[in-house]
Protein backbone atom coordinates (compact mmCIF):
# COMPACT_ATOMS: atom_id res chain seq x y z
CA UNK A 1 0.00 0.00 0.00
CA UNK A 2 1.43 3.49 -0.86
CA UNK A 3 0.09 6.53 1.05
CA UNK A 4 2.10 9.93 0.09
CA UNK A 5 2.53 12.13 3.01
CA UNK A 6 2.53 15.96 2.68
CA UNK A 7 3.56 18.50 4.55
CA UNK A 8 1.87 22.12 3.27
CA UNK A 9 1.32 25.32 5.28
CA UNK A 10 -1.78 24.26 6.52
CA UNK A 11 -1.61 21.19 7.90
CA UNK A 12 -0.58 17.33 7.17
CA UNK A 13 -2.62 15.47 4.05
CA UNK A 14 -2.78 11.96 2.85
CA UNK A 15 -2.63 11.22 -1.11
CA UNK A 16 -4.06 7.29 -0.80
CA UNK A 17 -3.02 5.40 -3.95
CA UNK A 18 -3.47 1.74 -2.54
CA UNK A 19 -1.07 -1.34 -4.04
CA UNK A 20 -1.56 -0.58 -7.51
CA UNK A 21 -0.51 3.27 -6.97
CA UNK A 22 -4.04 4.84 -8.77
CA UNK A 23 -7.38 6.17 -7.98
CA UNK A 24 -5.64 8.54 -5.44
CA UNK A 25 -7.60 10.09 -2.69
CA UNK A 26 -6.66 12.74 -0.63
CA UNK A 27 -7.44 13.13 3.30
CA UNK A 28 -7.11 15.90 5.59
CA UNK A 29 -5.92 18.26 6.89
CA UNK A 30 -4.60 17.13 9.58
CA UNK A 31 -2.68 18.40 12.99
CA UNK A 32 -5.13 21.34 13.57
CA UNK A 33 -3.82 23.37 10.49
CA UNK A 34 -0.34 24.07 11.98
CA UNK A 35 2.73 24.49 9.46
CA UNK A 36 3.81 20.87 8.94
CA UNK A 37 7.49 21.17 7.67
CA UNK A 38 8.14 17.57 7.08
CA UNK A 39 5.74 13.91 7.29
CA UNK A 40 7.48 10.78 8.00
CA UNK A 41 5.50 7.11 8.32
CA UNK A 42 7.25 3.94 9.72
CA UNK A 43 6.61 1.18 6.88
CA UNK A 44 6.70 -1.70 10.09
CA UNK A 45 4.14 -0.63 12.13
CA UNK A 46 1.87 2.12 10.33
CA UNK A 47 2.64 4.94 12.69
CA UNK A 48 3.10 8.80 11.53
CA UNK A 49 5.05 11.94 12.68
CA UNK A 50 4.13 15.29 11.61
CA UNK A 51 6.75 18.33 12.25
CA UNK A 52 6.25 21.73 12.51
CA UNK A 53 5.20 25.14 14.41
CA UNK A 54 5.51 28.51 13.86
CA UNK A 55 5.46 31.69 16.07
CA UNK A 56 1.76 31.43 16.96
CA UNK A 57 2.16 27.90 17.73
CA UNK A 58 5.63 27.40 19.12
CA UNK A 59 7.23 24.04 17.55
CA UNK A 60 5.95 20.55 17.87
CA UNK A 61 5.76 16.91 16.38
CA UNK A 62 2.28 15.35 16.06
CA UNK A 63 1.69 11.37 15.83
CA UNK A 64 -0.54 9.28 14.78
CA UNK A 65 -0.86 5.67 15.80
CA UNK A 66 -4.40 4.80 13.59
CA UNK A 67 -3.27 5.83 10.03
CA UNK A 68 -4.06 9.23 10.39
CA UNK A 69 -7.47 9.01 12.14
CA UNK A 70 -6.75 10.64 15.31
CA UNK A 71 -2.93 12.99 16.14
CA UNK A 72 -1.52 13.73 19.65
CA UNK A 73 0.89 16.55 19.42
CA UNK A 74 4.08 16.57 21.59
CA UNK A 75 4.83 20.43 22.61
CA UNK A 76 8.09 21.50 22.67
CA UNK A 77 8.44 25.53 22.58
CA UNK A 78 6.45 28.14 23.68
CA UNK A 79 4.49 30.69 20.63
CA UNK A 80 2.24 33.98 20.75
CA UNK A 81 -0.70 32.11 21.31
CA UNK A 82 0.65 30.79 25.02
CA UNK A 83 1.22 34.56 25.50
CA UNK A 84 -1.91 35.70 24.84
CA UNK A 85 -3.84 32.62 26.98
CA UNK A 86 -1.26 33.14 29.78
CA UNK A 87 -3.24 37.12 29.95
CA UNK A 88 -6.86 36.21 28.81
CA UNK A 89 -8.66 33.99 30.28
CA UNK A 90 -11.71 34.11 27.80
CA UNK A 91 -8.75 33.30 24.96
CA UNK A 92 -7.59 30.59 26.49
CA UNK A 93 -11.11 28.79 27.05
CA UNK A 94 -11.40 29.34 23.09
CA UNK A 95 -8.97 27.88 22.11
CA UNK A 96 -8.67 24.70 24.74
CA UNK A 97 -5.38 26.41 26.27
CA UNK A 98 -4.01 24.82 29.51
CA UNK A 99 -0.77 25.85 31.10
CA UNK A 100 2.07 23.11 30.74
CA UNK A 101 5.96 23.26 31.14
CA UNK A 102 7.50 22.93 27.73
CA UNK A 103 10.58 21.06 27.74
CA UNK A 104 12.82 23.64 25.44
CA UNK A 105 10.97 26.81 26.60
CA UNK A 106 11.42 29.48 23.49
CA UNK A 107 14.70 28.26 21.96
CA UNK A 108 13.67 27.40 18.89
CA UNK A 109 10.67 28.42 16.21
CA UNK A 110 9.91 24.73 14.18
CA UNK A 111 10.57 21.27 13.38
CA UNK A 112 12.09 21.37 10.17
CA UNK A 113 12.89 17.83 9.28
CA UNK A 114 12.13 14.24 10.96
CA UNK A 115 14.30 10.88 10.57
CA UNK A 116 13.62 7.32 11.85
CA UNK A 117 16.83 5.24 12.84
CA UNK A 118 16.63 1.76 14.12
CA UNK A 119 16.60 2.24 17.80
CA UNK A 120 15.70 6.02 17.68
CA UNK A 121 13.88 8.99 16.02
CA UNK A 122 15.23 12.16 15.41
CA UNK A 123 14.11 15.78 14.39
CA UNK A 124 15.46 18.99 13.09
CA UNK A 125 14.77 22.47 13.89
CA UNK A 126 15.24 26.46 13.33
CA UNK A 127 16.91 27.12 14.75
CA UNK A 128 19.32 24.61 14.12
CA UNK A 129 19.58 21.96 16.67
CA UNK A 130 19.02 17.96 16.26
CA UNK A 131 16.76 15.96 18.89
CA UNK A 132 16.36 12.25 19.70
CA UNK A 133 13.20 10.65 21.09
CA UNK A 134 13.25 7.15 22.41
CA UNK A 135 10.02 6.39 23.24
CA UNK A 136 7.98 6.70 20.01
CA UNK A 137 7.92 10.40 20.31
CA UNK A 138 6.25 11.55 23.24
CA UNK A 139 9.60 13.30 25.06
CA UNK A 140 12.29 15.02 22.87
CA UNK A 141 15.89 15.38 24.09
CA UNK A 142 18.54 17.46 22.50
CA UNK A 143 21.62 16.01 21.30
CA UNK A 144 24.36 18.31 22.40
CA UNK A 145 27.11 17.15 20.70
CA UNK A 146 26.42 18.95 17.42
CA UNK A 147 24.98 21.75 19.32
CA UNK A 148 28.29 22.11 20.83
CA UNK A 149 30.22 21.49 17.66
CA UNK A 150 33.42 23.83 18.04
CA UNK A 151 32.29 25.48 14.69
CA UNK A 152 28.53 26.01 15.84
CA UNK A 153 29.73 29.78 16.32
CA UNK A 154 30.39 30.31 12.90
CA UNK A 155 27.03 28.85 11.34
CA UNK A 156 25.18 31.01 8.95
CA UNK A 157 21.45 31.42 8.22
CA UNK A 158 20.47 30.55 4.99
CA UNK A 159 17.93 32.13 2.98
CA UNK A 160 15.14 30.10 5.27
CA UNK A 161 17.21 30.90 8.33
CA UNK A 162 19.45 28.65 10.07
CA UNK A 163 17.47 24.62 9.98
CA UNK A 164 19.10 21.80 10.30
CA UNK A 165 16.46 20.06 7.00
CA UNK A 166 17.88 16.68 6.79
CA UNK A 167 18.61 13.61 8.96
CA UNK A 168 19.98 10.71 7.23
CA UNK A 169 20.27 7.28 9.32
CA UNK A 170 21.47 3.53 8.07
CA UNK A 171 19.51 0.96 9.66
CA UNK A 172 22.78 -1.24 9.50
CA UNK A 173 24.36 0.76 11.33
CA UNK A 174 22.34 2.79 14.20
CA UNK A 175 25.71 4.70 15.35
CA UNK A 176 26.15 6.18 11.91
CA UNK A 177 23.97 10.02 11.20
CA UNK A 178 24.30 12.56 8.59
CA UNK A 179 22.96 15.88 8.76
CA UNK A 180 22.74 18.83 6.53
CA UNK A 181 22.43 22.48 7.91
CA UNK A 182 21.44 25.52 5.65
CA UNK A 183 24.16 27.22 5.81
CA UNK A 184 26.52 25.43 7.58
CA UNK A 185 26.86 22.09 5.32
CA UNK A 186 26.97 18.38 6.03
CA UNK A 187 27.70 16.65 9.79
CA UNK A 188 28.36 13.32 10.15
CA UNK A 189 28.51 11.48 13.28
CA UNK A 190 29.63 7.40 13.93
CA UNK A 191 29.01 7.38 17.66
CA UNK A 192 25.33 7.78 17.79
CA UNK A 193 25.72 11.72 18.17
CA UNK A 194 28.57 11.86 20.78
CA UNK A 195 30.67 13.81 18.09
CA UNK A 196 30.44 14.77 14.43
CA UNK A 197 33.21 15.55 11.80
CA UNK A 198 32.30 18.19 9.43
CA UNK A 199 31.97 17.00 5.97
CA UNK A 200 31.96 19.38 3.09
CA UNK A 201 35.07 18.99 1.53
CA UNK A 202 35.83 18.64 -2.71
CA UNK A 203 37.48 15.56 -4.20
CA UNK A 204 39.04 17.79 -6.58
CA UNK A 205 40.52 21.79 -6.15
CA UNK A 206 39.78 21.91 -9.81
CA UNK A 207 35.71 22.29 -9.42
CA UNK A 208 36.92 25.38 -7.04
CA UNK A 209 37.47 27.11 -10.39
CA UNK A 210 35.09 29.10 -12.72
CA UNK A 211 33.12 29.71 -10.31
CA UNK A 212 31.76 33.50 -9.17
CA UNK A 213 28.28 32.45 -7.37
CA UNK A 214 28.41 33.58 -3.05
CA UNK A 215 27.28 29.88 -2.36
CA UNK A 216 29.81 28.61 -5.29
CA UNK A 217 32.78 26.14 -4.33
CA UNK A 218 35.79 27.66 -2.73
CA UNK A 219 38.81 27.22 -0.15
CA UNK A 220 38.73 23.03 -1.17
CA UNK A 221 35.31 22.88 -0.08
CA UNK A 222 31.86 22.89 -1.55
CA UNK A 223 29.29 25.47 -0.74
CA UNK A 224 27.95 25.06 2.96
CA UNK A 225 24.42 26.11 1.64
CA UNK A 226 23.37 22.14 1.36
CA UNK A 227 19.29 21.76 0.21
CA UNK A 228 19.04 18.28 0.71
CA UNK A 229 20.45 15.22 1.06
CA UNK A 230 19.93 11.55 0.13
CA UNK A 231 21.84 8.13 0.83
CA UNK A 232 22.06 5.52 -1.75
CA UNK A 233 20.88 2.24 -1.54
CA UNK A 234 23.21 -0.63 -1.03
CA UNK A 235 26.19 -1.75 1.10
CA UNK A 236 28.43 1.62 0.08
CA UNK A 237 28.62 4.92 1.23
CA UNK A 238 27.22 7.02 -1.58
CA UNK A 239 25.28 9.94 -0.88
CA UNK A 240 23.72 12.56 -3.20
CA UNK A 241 23.57 16.24 -2.94
CA UNK A 242 21.84 19.05 -4.45
CA UNK A 243 23.58 22.07 -3.01
CA UNK A 244 22.56 26.09 -3.73
CA UNK A 245 25.37 25.79 -6.30
CA UNK A 246 25.49 22.67 -7.74
CA UNK A 247 24.41 18.50 -7.34
CA UNK A 248 27.31 16.54 -5.91
CA UNK A 249 28.21 12.87 -5.32
CA UNK A 250 30.32 11.60 -2.32
CA UNK A 251 31.93 7.73 -2.68
CA UNK A 252 32.65 7.82 1.06
CA UNK A 253 30.14 9.38 3.52
CA UNK A 254 30.36 13.16 2.47
CA UNK A 255 34.79 12.98 3.47
CA UNK A 256 34.61 13.73 0.10
CA UNK A 257 32.24 15.56 -2.76
CA UNK A 258 32.22 15.30 -6.65
CA UNK A 259 30.42 17.92 -9.07
CA UNK A 260 27.62 16.02 -11.14
CA UNK A 261 26.15 19.51 -12.12
CA UNK A 262 27.56 19.02 -15.80
CA UNK A 263 24.26 18.00 -17.99
CA UNK A 264 21.56 19.98 -16.08
CA UNK A 265 20.50 23.05 -17.30
CA UNK A 266 20.58 25.19 -14.08
CA UNK A 267 23.12 24.85 -11.09
CA UNK A 268 19.93 25.70 -8.88
CA UNK A 269 17.66 23.75 -6.90
CA UNK A 270 16.31 22.03 -4.28
CA UNK A 271 15.15 18.51 -4.00
CA UNK A 272 16.91 15.00 -4.80
CA UNK A 273 15.94 11.44 -4.95
CA UNK A 274 17.58 8.51 -5.27
CA UNK A 275 16.30 4.86 -6.87
CA UNK A 276 15.81 2.56 -3.96
CA UNK A 277 17.34 -0.53 -5.20
CA UNK A 278 19.61 1.04 -7.89
CA UNK A 279 22.73 3.38 -6.80
CA UNK A 280 23.31 5.14 -9.76
CA UNK A 281 19.85 6.33 -10.83
CA UNK A 282 18.67 9.56 -9.01
CA UNK A 283 16.28 12.29 -9.89
CA UNK A 284 16.43 16.31 -9.45
CA UNK A 285 14.42 19.28 -9.98
CA UNK A 286 16.54 21.98 -11.16
CA UNK A 287 15.07 25.51 -10.94
CA UNK A 288 16.43 28.43 -13.18
CA UNK A 289 18.22 30.31 -10.40
CA UNK A 290 18.16 31.99 -7.34
CA UNK A 291 17.64 35.32 -7.86
CA UNK A 292 15.52 34.28 -11.41
CA UNK A 293 12.14 33.30 -10.09
CA UNK A 294 13.11 30.23 -8.81
CA UNK A 295 10.92 28.21 -11.06
CA UNK A 296 11.47 25.69 -14.10
CA UNK A 297 13.79 27.14 -16.92
CA UNK A 298 12.05 28.30 -19.53
CA UNK A 299 8.87 27.65 -17.68
CA UNK A 300 8.59 24.47 -19.06
CA UNK A 301 9.05 21.61 -16.13
CA UNK A 302 10.71 19.03 -15.86
CA UNK A 303 12.68 16.06 -13.78
CA UNK A 304 15.90 15.08 -14.84
CA UNK A 305 16.83 11.90 -14.28
CA UNK A 306 20.51 10.06 -14.66
CA UNK A 307 21.57 6.36 -14.41
CA UNK A 308 24.85 6.47 -14.38
CA UNK A 309 25.62 8.14 -11.22
CA UNK A 310 25.00 11.91 -12.64
CA UNK A 311 27.74 11.32 -15.64
CA UNK A 312 24.36 12.01 -17.46
CA UNK A 313 21.11 13.51 -17.51
CA UNK A 314 17.92 12.77 -19.55
CA UNK A 315 14.42 15.41 -19.26
CA UNK A 316 11.48 13.69 -17.85
CA UNK A 317 9.26 15.63 -18.90
CA UNK A 318 5.51 13.73 -20.22
CA UNK A 319 2.83 14.50 -18.54
CA UNK A 320 4.04 17.86 -16.77
CA UNK A 321 2.59 21.49 -17.74
CA UNK A 322 5.08 22.49 -20.19
CA UNK A 323 3.80 26.29 -21.03
CA UNK A 324 3.91 29.19 -18.15
CA UNK A 325 5.13 26.71 -15.70
CA UNK A 326 6.18 28.75 -12.61
CA UNK A 327 5.77 27.19 -9.47
CA UNK A 328 8.51 25.63 -7.17
CA UNK A 329 9.53 22.64 -6.06
CA UNK A 330 10.82 22.67 -2.16
CA UNK A 331 13.96 20.95 -0.51
CA UNK A 332 12.04 18.35 1.12
CA UNK A 333 9.19 17.91 -1.86
CA UNK A 334 10.45 15.15 -3.64
CA UNK A 335 9.76 11.53 -2.26
CA UNK A 336 10.00 7.79 -3.81
CA UNK A 337 8.68 4.59 -3.00
CA UNK A 338 10.14 0.56 -3.43
CA UNK A 339 7.78 -0.43 -5.88
CA UNK A 340 9.16 -2.15 -8.89
CA UNK A 341 9.20 -0.21 -11.22
CA UNK A 342 9.92 2.91 -8.48
CA UNK A 343 7.50 5.43 -8.12
CA UNK A 344 8.64 9.32 -7.94
CA UNK A 345 6.44 12.15 -6.62
CA UNK A 346 6.66 15.82 -6.26
CA UNK A 347 4.59 18.47 -4.22
CA UNK A 348 4.92 21.93 -5.44
CA UNK A 349 4.55 25.29 -3.99
CA UNK A 350 1.13 26.21 -6.65
CA UNK A 351 -0.46 22.99 -4.43
CA UNK A 352 -0.14 20.26 -6.82
CA UNK A 353 1.31 16.88 -6.10
CA UNK A 354 2.92 15.07 -9.25
CA UNK A 355 3.70 11.05 -9.16
CA UNK A 356 5.32 8.79 -11.64
CA UNK A 357 5.13 4.87 -11.42
CA UNK A 358 7.65 4.28 -14.03
CA UNK A 359 10.87 5.98 -12.72
CA UNK A 360 10.30 9.29 -14.37
CA UNK A 361 8.84 8.01 -17.74
CA UNK A 362 5.63 10.28 -17.48
CA UNK A 363 4.09 12.30 -14.55
CA UNK A 364 0.13 12.65 -13.62
CA UNK A 365 -1.08 15.25 -11.42
CA UNK A 366 -2.95 13.34 -8.35
CA UNK A 367 -3.69 16.15 -6.58
CA UNK A 368 -4.16 20.01 -7.31
CA UNK A 369 -5.19 23.03 -4.91
CA UNK A 370 -3.51 21.91 -1.41
CA UNK A 371 -2.07 24.94 0.50
CA UNK A 372 1.91 25.72 -0.28
CA UNK A 373 3.47 21.99 -0.49
CA UNK A 374 6.77 21.95 1.62
CA UNK A 375 7.27 18.63 1.74
CA UNK A 376 6.34 14.78 0.57
CA UNK A 377 6.98 11.43 2.18
CA UNK A 378 5.83 7.95 1.12
CA UNK A 379 4.98 5.00 3.49
CA UNK A 380 4.73 2.11 1.50
CA UNK A 381 4.21 -0.79 3.58
CA UNK A 382 3.37 -4.38 2.09
Known sequence: MVTVLVGTTKGAFLIEGGAAREGWQVRGPFCDGWVINHVKGDPETGHLWAGGGGDWTGAGIWRSRDGGESWQVARLTRGTMDDWAEKDEDFAKMVGWTPQELPFGAEFQQ???????????????????????????????????????????????????????????????????????????????????????????????????????????????????????????????????????????????????????????????????????????????????????????????????????????????????????????LRQAMAGDAQDPAGVYFGTNSGSVFASVDEGDSWVEIARHLPTVLAVEVLDRA
Request: aromatic share 8%; proline share 7%.
Open 111 to 329: IWSLGIGADALYAGTKSANLLKSVDGGESWQRVEGLTNHPSAGSWTPGGAGLVLHTILTDPERPGHLWCGISAAGVFASEDGGETWERRNRLSNAEACAHHDHPAAPRDGELGHCVHNMMRAPGGGEVIYQQNHHGVWRSPDGGRSWEDITAGLPSTFGFPIQVHPRDPNTLWTLPLNGDSQGRFPPDAAAAVWRSRDGGQSWQACREGLPQVACFFTV
